[in-house]
């Protein structure tokens, strides 16, 4: 695999990594010196003899060598048995009497377990056939099955949804086997239907979710997003904090209408005068930005055994993050993008409070157009008080200096994620985390430690490192003999991302790219350049243990839960584009179609935010494919927007597109919409 693999987020493996597992394939079984070592571990002795040559001696080829490859691949070769081998035939058990029916539950769950893929849902198309066609062999097999195909419910649409919720309230017993609910990959969009078609099916409201919920009272995970913020009603809030006690970990990502908002602050409002904790350990508000401060002063004080927390671009104040239970043990916490808190407060929180003491994920990004989080003094604060448990730090945005390097030197020792856009740093300053520097260029600011003696120098563990708008960072300066990023003496690292103008100068660069041995990746309007050779020590597997099954590096929003990463929680790690297809009605005449099609362009200028425009572009046009996978959709429009914020008010709030949406109501037959990162496969 190359290491250009490890800034994709779709994985159809199986995602789970034991803590501290660093990706080291040892062998579950280890052979005797009398058995074969091969690769195929057959275990066999007479027929496999090791080939081992002296010198001047050139091993005879057999006829079986060239047919099989066997001898050039593994340096074995293959003798025929003189002896013929008996074959035993083929032994018939009763039912519930084979060897894989007699094994203890817990090893057949496990075997059962492998079978199912963790593959992102596709349409309509079926997945893990071969696992539901278990269910057809015995009775023993069928209930391990069972226990696999209902402990994590994967709804990618509606229609699943009303399957599900029919079996289990026929069955109420499949119920008490759910442990996750996942909804990050659900959409309304489907069957050509229009947004009212789509709100007039009944299949997922919010009665049928608190049904649900009711019929899965050992359910531990519970993935929400935007798609669903309607049906998130105060019942299913209620539900979710205090009626479900073994409830671990939800996500409500993006959720940010006014009726979730408002049924959100009422339903932990139950909690101010009440002493009563919650079980939930990792919950994940990222992009709720219309939750009031309020919510997270009452909620996270009831939260004693958090570790996880994602409330990246929310409202969330100093006070309410300083209320953070004191039991709690924090190792992912994401406050990227909140305006509402201070650099000062976050820097005393880190410091001082007991939950911060044992950090592996750290997201303290913020948008320098808007709001800097971190000046020059709390970035001298934080820098030497950071645990040495932390493997992912984050601090674009953040007021670096050049005698701030050695300070971050010291975390390079054990961080395999440093983010550090806009950093005011030299290609020597960023040098001096992979090699020495000699004494003459040390900082003279300030001595750090000037009595202490030197010591022994550490290689770096960083693998990737985002450099995105460094003025210093540029095509020339990496490709110059002065800095030594691209060089194999750098390795274990394999990513950085760069800006838009260093990977458009990088890209075309292919000759010298291939020599270096890198090569440009894009997704959506993120960019990286990765190693593409894999020099000895560089582990090219992004995938680690505190990332729960995702294998990019660089991601923006905290995983609550084991799993790949898809959907929508995919998507936001990028910006987005709007993709609109609709179907006129036929009795329509042309002269209407085109009056639609230009009020459908003149939403650039109608739609306003604070009184000024905010859409970056709106293309369309007829659709004129000769293929027959154009379904019935006759036109389609691409609308572009800067940021998540700006896409949210255009669906939900905007008076002219929403007054626009009315409109169609009477000349649309069918409408969908697809959300989607430019590049993005």
Not at 119 to 148: E, F, K, M, W
Not at 211 to 224: G, H, M, R, Y
Not at 634 to 649: C, Q
Request: include cysteine.
């Amino acid at each position: 695999m190359k290491s250009g693999i490890a800034q994709s987020f779709l994985e159809s493996i199986n995602t789970f990594v034991p803590a501290g597992h660093h990706n080291e394939d040892k062998d579950a079984i280890t052979p005797d010196s009398s058995s074969c070592t091969c690769c195929c571990r057959c275990g066999r002795v007479d027929s496999w003899r090791a080939s081992i040559s002296g010198r001047g001696h050139r091993r005879a080829r057999s006829y079986t060598a060239p047919r099989t490859g066997i001898s050039e691949l593994t340096g074995i070769e293959w003798e025929p048995s003189k002896q013929a081998m008996a074959v035993e035939p083929p032994r018939t058990f009763a039912p519930g009497e084979s060897p894989l029916e007699k094994l203890p539950v817990e090893v057949l769950d496990e075997i059962i377990a492998q079978l199912s893929i963790d593959t992102q849902p596709s349409g309509y198309a079926p997945r893990n056939v071969d696992l539901i066609s278990c269910l057809l062999t015995s009775r023993t097999i069928h209930v391990a099955t069972i226990n696999t195909l209902y402990s994590h419910i994967t709804v990618p649409h509606s229609s699943i949804f009303s399957k599900f919720l029919t079996h289990v309230s026929k069955y109420p017993g499949l119920g008490t086997i759910v442990k996750r609910l996942d909804l990050s990959h659900f959409t309304s969009v489907g069957l050509g239907r229009s947004r009212q078609g789509n709100s007039e099916v009944q299949n997922l409201t919010s009665k049928t979710l608190l049904k649900c919920l009711d019929l899965t009272p050992a359910i531990q995970e519970v993935l929400l997003q935007e798609n669903l913020d309607d049906d998130i009603d105060e019942n299913v809030l209620c539900k979710l904090f205090y009626g479900l006690p073994k409830l671990r970990a939800v996500d409500f990502c993006a959720s940010s209408s006014k009726p979730f908002a408002e049924s959100f602050t009422s339903a932990v409002t139950g909690l101010v005068d009440s002493p009563m904790n919650l079980g939930i350990r990792r919950l994940g508000l990222h992009e709720c930005f219309t939750l009031p401060n309020s919510v997270y002063e009452t909620l996270l004080p009831r939260l004693p055994q958090l570790t996880h927390l994602d409330v990246a671009h929310t409202r969330i104040t100093d006070s309410a993050l300083a209320s953070i239970a004191e039991s709690a043990s924090l190792s992912h916490l994401n406050l990227g993008r909140c305006t509402q808190i201070t650099g000062r407060g976050v820097v005393d929180f880190l410091t001082t409070h007991p939950a911060a003491k044992n950090l592996v994920f750290l997201n303290l990004s913020c948008d320098i157009a808007r709001y800097r989080l971190l000046w020059e003094a709390d970035v001298e604060r934080l820098l030497p008080a950071l645990p040495t448990t932390l493997i992912s730090l984050n601090l674009n945005g953040a007021k670096i200096r050049h005698w701030h390097a050695p300070l971050l030197l010291p975390l390079t020792k054990h961080l395999e994620e440093l983010s550090i856009a806009s950093a005011d740093l030299s290609v020597q300053d960023i040098n001096s985390f992979f090699r020495p520097d000699s004494p003459s260029s040390s900082p003279t600011r300030q001595q750090i430690s000037p009595q202490e003696q030197p010591q022994p120098w550490t290689p770096s563990t960083l693998h990737y490192l985002d450099l995105s708008s460094i003025p210093t960072i540029t095509q020339p300066s990496l490709f110059s003999a002065s800095c030594v990023l691209l060089s194999p003496s750098t390795s274990p690292l394999e990513v950085i991302e760069l800006g838009d103008k260093a990977i458009s100068s990088l890209r075309e660069c292919r000759n010298t790219n291939k020599r270096l041995g890198w090569v440009v990746k894009e997704l959506g309007r993120r960019g990286w350049y990765v190693r593409d050779s894999n020099p000895a020590g560089c582990d090219v597997n992004g995938r680690r243990s505190w990332k729960m099954g995702a294998m990019w590096w660089g991601m923006r929003k905290c995983p609550v839960a084991w799993g790949e990463v898809g959907g929508l929680y995919g998507h936001y790690m990028f910006k987005k584009k709007q993709r609109t297809a609709d179907e006129f009605k036929p009795s329509l005449s042309q002269e209407d179609i085109q009056g639609v099609c230009h009020r459908m362009l003149d939403l650039q200028n109608q739609c306003l935010k604070k009184g000024e425009k905010y859409i970056l572009s709106v293309k369309g046009g007829k659709n004129c494919s000769i293929e027959d996978l154009k379904a019935s959709f006759t036109h389609g429009f691409v609308v572009e927007f800067a940021n998540e914020e700006d896409r949210m008010y255009y669906v939900k709030e905007d008076p002219a597109h929403l007054a626009f949406v009315e409109s169609l109501k009477e000349v649309i037959a069918g409408a969908g919409v697809v959300d989607f990162v430019e590049g993005e496969f």
